[in-house]
Protein backbone atom coordinates (compact mmCIF):
# COMPACT_ATOMS: atom_id res chain seq x y z
CA UNK A 1 0.00 0.00 0.00
CA UNK A 2 1.19 3.56 -0.49
CA UNK A 3 2.28 5.70 2.27
CA UNK A 4 -0.33 8.73 2.44
CA UNK A 5 1.00 12.18 2.83
CA UNK A 6 1.82 13.83 6.44
CA UNK A 7 -1.26 16.23 6.46
CA UNK A 8 -3.01 18.27 9.37
CA UNK A 9 -5.32 15.13 9.96
CA UNK A 10 -2.10 12.42 10.45
CA UNK A 11 -1.78 11.43 14.11
CA UNK A 12 1.99 10.35 16.30
CA UNK A 13 2.54 7.31 17.89
CA UNK A 14 5.77 7.57 20.09
CA UNK A 15 8.53 5.90 22.11
CA UNK A 16 9.69 7.35 24.93
CA UNK A 17 13.42 6.44 25.94
CA UNK A 18 16.79 7.33 27.08
CA UNK A 19 18.37 6.19 25.39
CA UNK A 20 15.61 6.09 22.46
CA UNK A 21 17.84 7.13 19.10
CA UNK A 22 19.10 3.99 17.86
CA UNK A 23 16.13 1.70 18.52
CA UNK A 24 14.86 -0.43 15.42
CA UNK A 25 10.74 0.20 16.46
CA UNK A 26 10.85 3.22 13.86
CA UNK A 27 11.56 0.90 11.08
CA UNK A 28 8.98 -1.90 12.18
CA UNK A 29 5.98 0.52 13.13
CA UNK A 30 6.00 2.89 9.98
CA UNK A 31 6.49 -0.41 7.92
CA UNK A 32 3.42 -1.58 9.65
CA UNK A 33 1.55 1.57 8.82
CA UNK A 34 2.70 2.23 5.65
CA UNK A 35 1.62 -1.70 4.69
CA UNK A 36 -1.93 -1.21 6.88
CA UNK A 37 -2.90 2.56 4.84
CA UNK A 38 -3.04 3.62 8.62
CA UNK A 39 -2.67 7.78 8.59
CA UNK A 40 0.02 8.57 11.16
CA UNK A 41 4.03 8.11 12.01
CA UNK A 42 5.83 6.81 14.40
CA UNK A 43 8.76 8.61 16.09
CA UNK A 44 11.44 8.28 18.81
CA UNK A 45 11.39 10.69 21.44
CA UNK A 46 14.84 10.28 23.82
CA UNK A 47 14.88 12.97 27.08
CA UNK A 48 16.32 13.37 30.45
CA UNK A 49 15.01 11.23 33.25
CA UNK A 50 13.66 13.76 35.17
CA UNK A 51 11.29 14.98 32.03
CA UNK A 52 9.40 11.46 31.85
CA UNK A 53 6.06 12.57 34.17
CA UNK A 54 5.99 16.07 32.09
CA UNK A 55 6.35 14.84 28.17
CA UNK A 56 3.76 11.60 29.34
CA UNK A 57 1.10 14.10 30.02
CA UNK A 58 2.37 16.43 27.27
CA UNK A 59 1.72 13.52 24.89
CA UNK A 60 -1.89 12.50 26.28
CA UNK A 61 -2.83 16.27 26.47
CA UNK A 62 -1.52 16.54 22.82
CA UNK A 63 -3.56 13.54 21.71
CA UNK A 64 -0.96 10.72 20.51
CA UNK A 65 -2.53 7.55 19.99
CA UNK A 66 -0.24 5.80 22.19
CA UNK A 67 3.24 5.25 23.45
CA UNK A 68 5.83 2.51 23.70
CA UNK A 69 8.09 3.38 26.52
CA UNK A 70 11.83 1.79 27.02
CA UNK A 71 14.39 1.80 29.91
CA UNK A 72 14.41 3.50 31.94
CA UNK A 73 11.17 4.88 32.05
CA UNK A 74 8.67 1.52 32.30
CA UNK A 75 7.82 1.70 36.02
CA UNK A 76 7.92 5.61 35.59
CA UNK A 77 4.83 4.73 33.08
CA UNK A 78 3.36 2.40 35.31
CA UNK A 79 2.96 4.97 37.75
CA UNK A 80 1.60 7.48 35.66
CA UNK A 81 -0.93 5.10 33.56
CA UNK A 82 -4.65 5.79 34.75
CA UNK A 83 -5.41 1.64 34.47
CA UNK A 84 -3.06 -1.10 33.66
CA UNK A 85 -3.78 -4.13 32.32
CA UNK A 86 -3.22 -7.46 34.78
CA UNK A 87 -0.46 -8.41 33.23
CA UNK A 88 1.48 -4.91 33.67
CA UNK A 89 0.44 -4.90 37.27
CA UNK A 90 2.08 -8.22 37.80
CA UNK A 91 4.92 -7.28 36.67
CA UNK A 92 5.11 -3.15 37.86
CA UNK A 93 6.29 -2.63 34.13
CA UNK A 94 4.16 -0.88 31.39
CA UNK A 95 6.22 -1.11 27.55
CA UNK A 96 2.73 0.63 25.95
CA UNK A 97 0.42 3.21 26.58
CA UNK A 98 -2.90 3.66 24.69
CA UNK A 99 -4.10 7.07 25.25
CA UNK A 100 -8.21 7.65 24.77
CA UNK A 101 -8.97 11.10 23.58
CA UNK A 102 -12.70 11.45 24.35
CA UNK A 103 -11.95 10.65 28.13
CA UNK A 104 -8.29 11.23 28.49
CA UNK A 105 -7.77 8.29 30.01
CA UNK A 106 -4.35 6.12 29.95
CA UNK A 107 -3.83 2.52 29.55
CA UNK A 108 -0.93 0.80 30.34
CA UNK A 109 0.00 -2.69 29.00
CA UNK A 110 2.91 -5.07 28.99
CA UNK A 111 3.35 -6.79 25.64
CA UNK A 112 6.61 -8.44 26.61
CA UNK A 113 5.29 -11.99 28.55
CA UNK A 114 2.88 -12.38 24.85
CA UNK A 115 5.91 -11.84 22.46
CA UNK A 116 8.23 -13.88 24.38
CA UNK A 117 5.56 -16.49 24.44
CA UNK A 118 4.88 -15.94 20.54
CA UNK A 119 8.27 -15.73 19.82
CA UNK A 120 9.17 -19.76 21.33
CA UNK A 121 5.87 -21.08 20.04
CA UNK A 122 6.75 -19.54 16.35
CA UNK A 123 10.07 -22.26 17.23
CA UNK A 124 7.58 -24.70 18.14
CA UNK A 125 9.09 -25.22 21.83
CA UNK A 126 7.20 -27.48 23.67
CA UNK A 127 6.47 -26.03 27.06
CA UNK A 128 5.43 -29.24 28.55
CA UNK A 129 7.73 -30.55 31.71
CA UNK A 130 10.97 -28.37 30.57
CA UNK A 131 13.55 -27.00 32.50
CA UNK A 132 14.48 -23.28 31.59
CA UNK A 133 17.25 -21.21 32.73
CA UNK A 134 17.19 -17.56 32.77
CA UNK A 135 19.93 -15.47 32.86
CA UNK A 136 19.59 -12.20 34.55
CA UNK A 137 17.46 -10.65 37.26
CA UNK A 138 16.60 -7.38 35.46
CA UNK A 139 13.08 -6.23 33.32
CA UNK A 140 13.49 -8.75 30.67
CA UNK A 141 14.15 -11.55 33.10
CA UNK A 142 11.16 -10.96 35.15
CA UNK A 143 8.93 -10.70 32.43
CA UNK A 144 10.08 -14.30 30.67
CA UNK A 145 9.80 -15.58 34.40
CA UNK A 146 5.99 -14.45 34.73
CA UNK A 147 5.89 -16.00 31.19
CA UNK A 148 7.00 -18.97 32.30
CA UNK A 149 5.24 -18.99 35.09
CA UNK A 150 1.84 -19.70 33.44
CA UNK A 151 3.24 -22.26 31.49
CA UNK A 152 3.46 -26.09 32.22
CA UNK A 153 7.04 -26.34 32.66
CA UNK A 154 8.72 -28.11 35.10
CA UNK A 155 11.61 -26.03 36.85
CA UNK A 156 12.66 -22.62 36.13
CA UNK A 157 16.64 -21.71 37.16
CA UNK A 158 17.35 -18.05 37.74
CA UNK A 159 21.17 -17.30 37.43
CA UNK A 160 22.19 -13.43 38.22
CA UNK A 161 25.45 -12.07 38.83
CA UNK A 162 23.80 -10.30 41.64
CA UNK A 163 21.99 -13.25 43.54
CA UNK A 164 20.11 -11.10 45.72
CA UNK A 165 17.98 -9.53 42.33
CA UNK A 166 17.16 -12.86 41.43
CA UNK A 167 15.65 -13.94 44.79
CA UNK A 168 13.35 -10.81 44.75
CA UNK A 169 12.05 -12.34 41.38
CA UNK A 170 11.51 -15.36 42.89
CA UNK A 171 9.77 -14.00 46.05
CA UNK A 172 7.80 -11.32 43.96
CA UNK A 173 6.19 -14.56 42.29
CA UNK A 174 5.83 -16.35 45.18
CA UNK A 175 2.42 -17.19 45.48
CA UNK A 176 2.20 -19.26 42.64
CA UNK A 177 3.76 -22.32 44.19
CA UNK A 178 3.10 -24.83 41.19
CA UNK A 179 6.55 -23.95 39.23
CA UNK A 180 9.40 -24.33 41.02
CA UNK A 181 12.04 -21.75 41.19
CA UNK A 182 15.41 -22.36 41.43
CA UNK A 183 18.19 -19.64 42.44
CA UNK A 184 21.70 -20.58 40.80
CA UNK A 185 24.83 -19.13 42.55
CA UNK A 186 27.03 -20.12 39.50
CA UNK A 187 26.56 -22.51 36.23
CA UNK A 188 29.19 -24.82 37.00
CA UNK A 189 26.34 -27.36 38.93
CA UNK A 190 24.28 -27.91 36.28
CA UNK A 191 24.13 -30.14 33.30
CA UNK A 192 23.24 -28.27 29.98
CA UNK A 193 22.00 -31.86 28.83
CA UNK A 194 18.87 -31.41 31.07
CA UNK A 195 18.31 -28.11 30.51
CA UNK A 196 15.27 -27.19 27.55
CA UNK A 197 15.44 -23.85 27.21
CA UNK A 198 18.39 -20.74 28.05
CA UNK A 199 16.98 -17.16 27.41
CA UNK A 200 19.96 -14.45 28.32
CA UNK A 201 18.56 -11.50 29.56
CA UNK A 202 21.49 -9.95 30.27
CA UNK A 203 23.88 -7.79 28.11
CA UNK A 204 26.79 -10.37 27.70
CA UNK A 205 27.29 -10.11 23.62
CA UNK A 206 26.50 -6.66 22.80
CA UNK A 207 28.10 -4.63 20.44
CA UNK A 208 29.78 -3.19 23.13
CA UNK A 209 33.44 -2.83 23.85
CA UNK A 210 34.47 -5.76 26.30
CA UNK A 211 31.13 -7.03 26.52
CA UNK A 212 30.98 -8.65 23.12
CA UNK A 213 32.97 -11.08 22.99
CA UNK A 214 31.49 -12.60 26.57
CA UNK A 215 29.94 -15.84 26.68
CA UNK A 216 27.24 -15.58 29.07
CA UNK A 217 27.35 -19.67 29.53
CA UNK A 218 30.39 -21.82 30.52
CA UNK A 219 32.40 -22.41 27.37
CA UNK A 220 32.59 -26.38 28.10
CA UNK A 221 28.36 -26.90 27.54
CA UNK A 222 27.37 -28.19 24.61
CA UNK A 223 24.39 -26.80 23.23
CA UNK A 224 22.67 -29.47 21.22
CA UNK A 225 19.25 -29.79 20.64
CA UNK A 226 18.40 -26.63 23.09
CA UNK A 227 16.79 -23.69 22.26
CA UNK A 228 18.46 -20.53 22.68
CA UNK A 229 16.35 -17.49 22.69
CA UNK A 230 18.77 -14.66 23.09
CA UNK A 231 17.47 -11.11 24.05
CA UNK A 232 20.49 -9.78 22.40
CA UNK A 233 19.39 -8.09 18.52
CA UNK A 234 22.66 -5.94 18.24
CA UNK A 235 24.72 -7.36 16.36
CA UNK A 236 22.88 -10.55 15.60
CA UNK A 237 25.05 -13.30 16.32
CA UNK A 238 26.37 -13.03 19.23
CA UNK A 239 29.21 -15.66 20.67
CA UNK A 240 25.86 -17.44 22.30
CA UNK A 241 23.94 -17.83 19.58
CA UNK A 242 26.90 -18.98 17.23
CA UNK A 243 28.17 -21.54 19.71
CA UNK A 244 24.46 -22.83 19.84
CA UNK A 245 24.09 -22.92 15.92
CA UNK A 246 27.49 -24.41 15.59
CA UNK A 247 26.32 -27.39 18.29
CA UNK A 248 22.56 -27.75 16.89
CA UNK A 249 20.99 -25.84 19.24
CA UNK A 250 16.97 -23.89 17.86
CA UNK A 251 17.91 -20.53 18.28
CA UNK A 252 15.42 -17.41 18.90
CA UNK A 253 17.18 -14.22 18.37
CA UNK A 254 16.48 -10.53 19.53
CA UNK A 255 14.90 -9.58 16.13
CA UNK A 256 12.12 -12.08 16.84
CA UNK A 257 10.88 -11.02 19.74
CA UNK A 258 11.20 -7.38 19.04
CA UNK A 259 9.12 -7.97 16.31
CA UNK A 260 6.21 -9.88 17.92
CA UNK A 261 6.64 -6.99 20.86
CA UNK A 262 5.75 -4.36 18.33
CA UNK A 263 2.87 -6.22 16.14
CA UNK A 264 1.44 -6.64 19.91
CA UNK A 265 1.47 -2.82 20.74
CA UNK A 266 0.27 -2.48 17.25
CA UNK A 267 -2.87 -4.78 17.82
CA UNK A 268 -3.52 -2.50 21.40
CA UNK A 269 -3.38 0.75 19.39
CA UNK A 270 -5.24 0.42 16.19
CA UNK A 271 -6.97 -3.30 16.63
CA UNK A 272 -5.27 -4.85 13.35
CA UNK A 273 -3.06 -7.55 13.25
CA UNK A 274 -0.25 -6.15 11.43
CA UNK A 275 1.68 -8.32 8.77
CA UNK A 276 4.82 -9.71 10.11
CA UNK A 277 6.64 -10.64 6.64
CA UNK A 278 9.42 -9.09 5.45
CA UNK A 279 10.03 -6.92 8.44
CA UNK A 280 12.92 -9.14 9.79
CA UNK A 281 14.02 -8.44 6.28
CA UNK A 282 14.00 -4.55 6.73
CA UNK A 283 15.35 -4.51 9.84
CA UNK A 284 18.75 -6.75 9.12
CA UNK A 285 18.85 -4.28 5.87
CA UNK A 286 18.92 -1.46 8.27
CA UNK A 287 21.15 -3.22 10.46
CA UNK A 288 23.81 -3.64 7.80
CA UNK A 289 23.65 0.27 6.55
CA UNK A 290 23.80 1.33 9.89
CA UNK A 291 27.62 2.76 10.40
P1 LIG B 1 18.34 -4.78 32.80
O1 LIG B 1 17.03 -4.61 33.46
O2 LIG B 1 19.36 -3.70 32.90
O3 LIG B 1 19.01 -6.15 33.38
C1 LIG B 1 20.26 -6.59 32.94
C2 LIG B 1 20.68 -7.84 33.71
O4 LIG B 1 21.94 -8.26 33.19
C3 LIG B 1 20.86 -7.62 35.21
O5 LIG B 1 20.39 -8.72 35.91
C4 LIG B 1 22.37 -7.48 35.36
O6 LIG B 1 22.90 -7.99 36.57
C5 LIG B 1 22.89 -8.37 34.25
N1 LIG B 1 24.19 -7.88 33.80
C6 LIG B 1 24.49 -6.63 33.32
N2 LIG B 1 25.79 -6.56 33.00
C7 LIG B 1 26.34 -7.77 33.30
C8 LIG B 1 27.63 -8.29 33.21
N3 LIG B 1 28.66 -7.58 32.75
N4 LIG B 1 27.84 -9.58 33.61
C9 LIG B 1 26.80 -10.34 34.08
N5 LIG B 1 25.54 -9.88 34.20
C10 LIG B 1 25.32 -8.61 33.80
O7 LIG B 1 18.17 -5.07 31.26
P2 LIG B 1 16.92 -5.74 30.48
O8 LIG B 1 15.96 -4.69 30.11
O9 LIG B 1 16.46 -6.91 31.25
O10 LIG B 1 17.66 -6.18 29.13
C11 LIG B 1 18.57 -7.27 29.10
C12 LIG B 1 19.05 -7.50 27.66
O11 LIG B 1 17.94 -7.81 26.82
C13 LIG B 1 19.71 -6.27 27.04
O12 LIG B 1 20.75 -6.73 26.22
C14 LIG B 1 18.61 -5.66 26.18
O13 LIG B 1 19.13 -4.94 25.09
C15 LIG B 1 17.87 -6.90 25.72
N6 LIG B 1 16.45 -6.67 25.43
C16 LIG B 1 15.99 -7.03 24.20
C17 LIG B 1 14.65 -6.88 23.88
C18 LIG B 1 14.15 -7.28 22.52
O14 LIG B 1 13.05 -6.88 22.13
N7 LIG B 1 14.88 -8.07 21.78
C19 LIG B 1 13.76 -6.35 24.82
C20 LIG B 1 14.26 -6.00 26.08
C21 LIG B 1 15.61 -6.16 26.37
P3 LIG B 1 22.83 -7.20 37.96
O15 LIG B 1 21.44 -7.47 38.47
O16 LIG B 1 23.88 -7.83 38.77
O17 LIG B 1 23.07 -5.76 37.65
Known sequence: MQ?????????????????AKHSLSPVIHNAFLKNTGIDAVYLT???????????????????????NITMPFKGNAYKL?????????????VNTVKFNSSTGISKGFNTDVDSFVS????????????????????????SSVFA?????????????????KAEKIKNSYSKEKRIKIEILEGLEGIDP???????????????????????????????????????????????LTIKGRNEGARIIDGLDMLINQAASSFKIWFD?????EGIRE???DFLNNQN
Open 3 to 19: QKLISSSTRLVGLFGNP
Open 45 to 67: FEFPDENFDEAFIGAKRLGLIGL
Open 81 to 93: ADNKDARSTAIGS
Open 119 to 142: SLEDTGFSWNGSNCLILGAGGSAK
Open 148 to 164: LMEKNIKTIFIYNRTTK
Open 193 to 239: GSVDLICNCTPLGMDTPGVSELLPVPDKWNLKDVFIFEMIYKPLETR
Open 272 to 276: IEPEK
Open 282 to 284: KLI
